[in-house]
């Protein structure tokens, strides 16, 4: 059973930068890929980065040159390191481990995390 575990959210100013960590157990991490979603009040959750698992990464285009996704294997460990976080990047963010099944994408999520960017 996947299990999901988020760490690292809190209250940032404008500017700054926080790390986010996702520990995930009850799954081979090495075979998933893995992202980071999130969910601003009254708004549909978004794709941040995704990072596959030969380590092959992409990012929304709001986030790129200011957030890094990256993992240990070693640790079952996924991190987005968020630079220059700017007001709009406030939301509950989620880790997720994805897994292709036949044509079917199963994805298990965790509970989420939050940041919050303000002065």
């Known amino acids: 059973q996947v299990h999901l575990v988020e760490s690292g959210g809190g209250l940032v100013q404008p500017g700054g930068s926080l790390r986010l960590s996702c520990e995930g157990s009850?799954?081979?991490?090495?075979?998933?890929?893995m992202s980071w979603y999130r969910q601003a009040p009254g708004k549909e959750r978004e794709l941040v980065a995704h990072i596959f698992s030969g380590g092959g990464t992409n990012y929304a285009d709001s986030v790129k040159g200011r957030f890094i996704i990256s993992r240990d294997n070693a640790k079952n460990t996924v991190y987005l390191q968020m630079n220059s976080l700017k007001p709009e990047d406030t939301a509950i963010y989620y880790c997720?481990?994805?897994?292709?099944?036949?044509?079917?994408?199963?994805?298990?999520w965790g509970q989420g995390t939050q940041v919050t960017v303000s002065a």
């Open positions: 997720c481990a994805a897994r292709a099944i036949g044509a079917t994408v199963v994805r298990s």
């Open positions: 009850g799954f081979t991490f090495s075979s998933y890929s």
